[in-house]
C-alpha cells in the first residue's frame, strides 16, 4: 500500500497556476496579491461589508473590478504581511501552533463557536510579545508531548490487556507423537548454535537437515492418513463406485441433473460409510495438510525469535549500567543544589536532562528485552519445549549476568529462573545419591580433633571416589539430554581443594572453601537437602520419604496430585504398594498423659487389655514381599536397588484372581531390595526382539499396571502434565518368558495404532481391578471368596491385610488348655478385641507354640 502524503490544501484559484503555467504575468500578480489577502481575510467575516458579505469576497472583487481600495486595501495588506511573518516561524516550528486550531476542536463545534475562537487567535496574536509567544509554543510543545505519551501507553496497555485476555484462553500443548517428538529433539542442537552465529539466514547445512526432519514428519503423517484400511477402502471405492453410480443414473433416466446431483451425493456418503472410506475434509478430521501443519516444526518462527533475542541480548549488554546512570544523577543533583552560577546551573541542568533522558531510554529498552523474554520462555512452552533444549549455555550464561547487574531485574530473574534451572528427574536422583557421601566428606574435614589418620584419609578417598563416579554418571545424561553437563552437577573441584588443603593441615582454606561451597549448593534446586544437612550438621535423609513428615505439604501433594490419573477413570484410594514412594498410613491418636489420680482410681483395668508394643520385621526370601510376589524388576539407571522398580502380584496367585502394582527398592525395609532375585530383572532388547516376531509372534497382551508419577516430578508451567507410568506383560509364541514392558517399549514394538488400542481396554480394566482390591483390603474380605479373612490367609497372603492390622497380631505364647481346634483365635485392633472372624478353625498364627497338640490337619469340607 502507498504511502500517502498529506499536502496542505492551496488557496482558492491557485490549483490552476500550479497544474498548468500558461497564464501571462499580469494574471499572476493579481493572483499572488489575492493570495495575501485570501491568508487572512477568508476568515475575517464581521459583518462590516454587508450582510452575507465577506471582506475576503469584497477584496476580491476590488482587485478584479481594478478599483483602488484606498488605506483600507493597504491598511489589510499590512497586517496580512506581518501575520505572513508569523506564520513563516511557524512554519519551522511544529509546535507552534496556539492549541485552538481545527486539528484540536471539539469535532462537533458550531460555527458560532469556531468564528469566536478564530477571532479571539487573531486578536491574541496582534498584542503579544516575543517572550510570550515563545512561552506559548513551549506550552504547546509540551501538551502535544504529554498527548503522545499517554497515546503510545494507552496502546501499549491495550495490546498488554489482549495478550493477558488471550493468555488465558490458553490451552496446554497437545502431546506429539513419539516419532515426531524424536524428530523435533533431533533438530534442538543445531537451534542451541543460531545464537552465536546471529545470521538473519539459516546455513544450508542447517536446512538440509531441516529439510529432512520435515520430510519424515511429512512420511509419518502419510501413515495416519493412509492406513492399511483406508488404502483398501480407497481402492474399493475406485472399483466399485463408478458401478453404483451408473447403477443410480440408470434407475433416475427421466431426472434432470440438478435433481439428480443430490441424490448422488447421499449415495456416495453412505457409500463411504458402508466401506469405512474417511473423507478427512467433510468428516471434521485432520487432513495431511492439517498433521503437517500440526507436527511440523516450526523452524522459521524459533529461529526469527532467536535471532531477535540474540540481538537484543547484545543492545541491552551494550547499554550504560543503571547503577552509574543512577549515581550520576544523584551527583548532578547534589552539585545544582549548591551551585550559585548562572551558567553553572544551566549547563547542570542540561547534562542532569541528558542523564535522566538516556537512563529512561534504558529501561524502556530492558523492559522490552525482559518483556521479550517472557514472551519467548511463553512461546516455548507453547510449542512443548524445555527452553533449556534450545538455549545455549552462553545465551544463558549471559542472560543471568544482565539479570544480576541490576536490582530491579532481581525480581524478574527468580521468576526466569524457575523455568530455566528446573531440576531434571535425574539430576534429583543424582543429587540423593551422593547426600550423605558429601556430607560425611565434609564432616570428616571439618574434623579437628588431633592429627588426621591415614584411616580418615582412605575414607575420604572412598567418599570423594563415590561423589566422582555420579557426577560423572550425571553429566552424561545431562549431555544426552541436550542439557549443559555441568547443569546442576556436584562442585567436584570446589571439594578436591577442600581436601588437598584438609591434608596440608590448611584449616583456614578448608573453611574458606567450605564457603565457597555452600554459596554453589544455594544456587542448585536439588542439593536444598545437602545445603540443609551441612548448615545443621545433621545427616541427611536417604530419600525424599523420610522427608515427608517433615513438609507436610509436600507430603499430601505426594499422595494427592491435582492431576487426574486418566480421563473417565474412577479415582479410588491409595493402596499400599501401588507405586508411591510415599503412603498414608493411618496413625491412632496419642492418649494424653495428663491423666487425674481421681481417674485412674475409676479407671475399669478389667475391660482393658494390652496391645502387642513388638512389631516383627518382614523377612525377604525368595521374592516375597509385604506388599506381594516379585514377579518382575525394572532396573534403575543408578545401581542402586533402592531405586529399582519391582512389580508384585498383590492377588492370591491364580490367573483370575492377579492383582499387580509396582513398588520401588525405598519401599522395602532395610535389605529389601537387595535380597531381591537377579533372574527376575526385564532386559528387554527392541531389536532382536522385532526381528523374532515372525518366529515368535505375540501370544497375549496383558494385564497392565499403571503407577503414580515419579517423585519430584514437577509440571512445567503451562505444559500437559506427563502420563503415569504404566507397563504391560507381553508373552510370546513358543517362549516361556514374558516381558513387562513400559509403554515407550510397547508402543516400539507393536507400534502406535495397536498399543493404543489395547491400552483403551487394559487401563480402566486395570483400575477396576485396583478398586475391587482396594474395598476387600478394607472390608478384611478375601478377594476370591469374599469371606472375612482369617490367620491362614495372613500366613499366605500377609499383603491382603491392612498395614495397622498386619501389623497388630499378637505374636506371644497362648495357653496351651485354651489351644484347642476348635478355639478361636484372637486379634487385636487398639482397644477392640475382635473373633468373629475367625469363627472357623484354621492353621494357627506363625509364632504360637503347638507343639503339644497333636491335631490333624482339617479342610474347609471337613469343617
Not at 117 to 125: F, I, Y
Not at 242 to 266: C, H, W, Y
Not at 417 to 423: G, N
Not at 622 to 633: H, Q, R, Y
Amino acid at each position: 500500500m502507498a504511502t500517502q502524503i498529506a499536502h496542505p490544501s492551496l488557496p482558492i484559484g491557485q490549483d490552476a497556476g500550479f497544474q498548468k503555467n500558461t497564464q501571462p504575468a499580469w494574471k499572476g500578480k493579481e493572483k499572488a496579491k489575492a493570495k495575501q489577502l485570501h491568508a487572512t481575510a477568508e476568515d475575517d467575516s464581521d459583518g462590516q461589508n454587508g450582510p452575507g458579505l465577506s471582506s475576503s469576497s469584497n477584496k476580491k472583487k476590488l482587485i478584479t473590478n481594478g478599483e483602488d481600495g484606498g488605506g483600507e486595501i493597504e491598511e489589510v495588506q499590512r497586517s496580512d504581511e506581518e501575520l505572513d511573518t508569523e506564520t513563516e516561524e511557524e512554519d519551522d516550528d511544529p509546535f507552534a501552533s496556539s492549541g485552538s486550531s481545527d486539528s484540536e476542536a471539539p469535532p462537533d463545534e458550531d460555527e458560532a463557536t469556531v468564528a469566536a475562537r478564530k477571532q479571539a487567535k487573531r486578536d491574541r496574536k496582534k498584542t503579544e510579545t516575543d517572550e510570550q509567544r515563545n512561552a506559548r509554543r513551549q506550552a504547546t510543545k509540551a501538551r502535544r508531548d504529554l498527548q503522545d505519551e499517554r497515546q503510545v501507553a494507552e496502546t501499549a496497555n491495550a495490546g498488554i490487556v489482549g495478550y493477558m485476555e488471550a493468555r488465558k484462553e490458553r490451552k496446554p500443548p497437545s502431546e506429539r507423537p513419539q516419532e515426531v517428538e524424536k524428530i523435533w529433539r533431533s533438530l534442538y542442537p543445531i537451534l542451541k548454535t543460531w545464537w552465536k552465529e546471529g545470521g538473519k539466514e539459516i546455513p544450508k547445512s542447517h536446512m538440509r537437515s531441516i529439510d529432512a526432519a520435515q520430510s519424515k514428519i511429512k512420511k509419518y503423517c502419510e501413515t495416519l492418513i493412509n492406513t492399511p484400511e483406508q488404502v483398501e477402502a480407497t481402492h474399493r471405492y475406485h472399483r466399485e463406485w463408478p458401478l453404483e453410480e451408473k447403477k443410480i443414473r440408470s434407475a433416475n433416466a427421466g431426472v434432470s441433473d440438478e435433481q439428480l446431483e443430490p441424490i448422488l451425493t447421499k449415495a456416495e456418503r453412505n457409500f463411504r460409510q458402508t466401506i469405512g472410506m474417511k473423507d478427512y475434509s467433510k468428516d471434521g478430521e485432520d487432513t495431511l495438510a492439517d498433521l503437517q501443519h500440526k507436527y511440523g516444526f516450526p523452524y522459521e518462527l524459533l529461529h526469527g525469535q532467536i535471532h531477535t533475542m540474540g540481538k537484543e541480548l547484545t543492545t541491552v549488554k551494550e547499554l550504560t549500567k543503571d547503577k552509574f546512570l543512577k549515581t550520576k544523577i544523584e551527583d548532578l543533583e547534589e552539585a545544582l543544589r549548591n551551585t550559585s552560577s548562572r551558567k553553572q546551573v544551566q549547563r547542570l541542568e542540561k547534562k542532569l536532562a541528558t542523564t535522566r533522558k538516556l537512563r529512561e531510554e534504558n529501561d524502556k529498552k530492558t523492559t522490552a528485552f525482559l518483556r521479550g523474554v517472557l514472551l519467548f520462555m511463553e512461546s516455548l512452552s507453547d510449542l512443548g519445549i524445555t527452553p533449556t533444549s534450545v538455549i545455549s549455555s552462553t545465551a544463558m550464561r549471559e542472560f543471568n549476568l544482565f539479570l544480576q547487574s541490576s536490582d530491579q531485574h532481581q525480581e524478574l530473574y527468580q521468576k526466569l529462573s524457575q523455568e530455566l534451572e528446573k531440576p531434571t528427574l535425574e539430576q534429583v536422583e543424582s543429587w540423593e545419591l551422593v547426600a550423605n557421601p558429601v556430607y560425611e566428606l565434609v564432616e570428616t574435614m571439618r574434623n579437628r580433633d588431633g592429627m588426621i589418620t591415614d584411616e580418615q584419609i582412605k575414607t575420604a578417598k572412598g567418599q570423594m571416589r563415590l561423589v566422582k563416579t555420579q557426577n560423572y554418571k550425571l553429566q552424561l545424561v545431562n549431555e544426552n539430554s541436550g542439557f549443559d553437563a555441568d547443569m546442576n552437577s556436584v562442585p567436584v573441584s570446589i571439594l578436591n581443594d577442600m581436601m588437598d588443603q584438609w591434608q596440608a593441615g590448611n584449616s583456614d582454606t578448608v573453611d574458606a572453601n567450605l564457603e565457597r561451597l555452600l554459596d554453589q549448593l544455594r544456587t542448585k534446586e536439588p542439593a536444598k537437602d545437602v545445603l540443609k544437612s551441612l548448615e545443621t550438621r545433621i545427616a541427611p535423609a536417604n530419600s525424599a520419604r523420610l522427608e515427608a513428615t517433615a513438609n507436610p505439604k509436600r507430603f499430601e501433594a505426594i499422595l494427592h496430585p491435582k492431576t487426574p490419573i486418566a480421563s473417565g477413570v474412577p479415582k479410588v484410594p491409595e493402596m499400599a504398594g501401588s507405586g508411591n514412594s510415599t503412603r498414608s498410613v493411618s496413625t491412632p491418636p496419642i492418649p494424653s498423659r495428663d491423666v487425674m489420680e481421681k481417674d485412674l482410681l475409676d479407671m475399669d483395668i478389667d475391660s482393658m487389655s494390652l496391645d502387642n508394643d513388638r512389631i516383627k520385621s518382614f523377612t525377604y526370601d525368595n521374592g516375597e514381599t509385604e506388599f506381594g510376589t516379585l514377579v518382575a524388576t525394572r532396573a534403575s539407571l543408578s545401581e542402586n536397588p533402592r531405586f529399582h522398580r519391582f512389580i508384585v502380584n498383590a492377588g492370591v496367585g491364580e490367573e483370575k484372581w492377579e492383582f499387580f502394582q509396582v513398588i520401588r527398592g525405598s519401599d522395602l525395609g532395610p535389605g529389601g531390595a537387595e535380597s531381591m532375585p537377579e533372574d527376575k530383572e526385564i532386559k528387554f532388547d527392541l531389536r532382536d526382539r522385532k526381528k523374532n516376531l515372525k518366529a515368535h509372534p505375540l501370544c497375549e497382551v496383558g494385564p497392565c499396571v499403571v503407577m503414580s508419577r515419579a517423585e519430584g516430578y514437577v509440571c512445567r508451567a503451562g505444559t500437559k502434565p506427563r502420563q503415569p507410568d504404566t507397563y504391560i506383560r507381553v508373552t510370546y509364541t513358543g517362549l516361556d518368558t514374558a516381558d513387562w514392558l513400559s509403554k515407550t517399549e510397547f508402543i516400539q514394538l507393536a507400534g502406535k495404532r495397536y498399543a493404543e488400542r489395547k491400552l483403551a481396554s487394559l487401563v480402566p480394566a486395570y483400575y477396576q481391578r485396583e478398586k475391587y482390591f482396594a474395598a476387600c483390603k478394607a472390608q478384611k474380605r478375601h478377594p476370591k471368596t469374599k469371606m472375612p479373612l482369617t490367620a491362614e490367609d495372613l500366613e499366605n497372603y500377609p499383603w491382603l491385610f491392612p498395614e495397622e492390622d498386619r501389623l497388630s497380631y499378637s505374636y506371644g505364647e497362648v495357653d496351651e488348655e485354651e489351644e484347642t481346634a476348635n478355639s478361636s483365635l484372637t486379634r487385636n485392633f487398639g482397644d477392640i478385641s475382635t473373633s468373629e472372624a475367625f469363627s472357623k478353625a484354621r492353621k494357627p498364627l506363625p509364632g504360637y507354640n503347638t507343639h503339644k497338640n497333636d491335631l490333624k490337619e482339617e479342610t474347609d469340607e471337613d469343617l
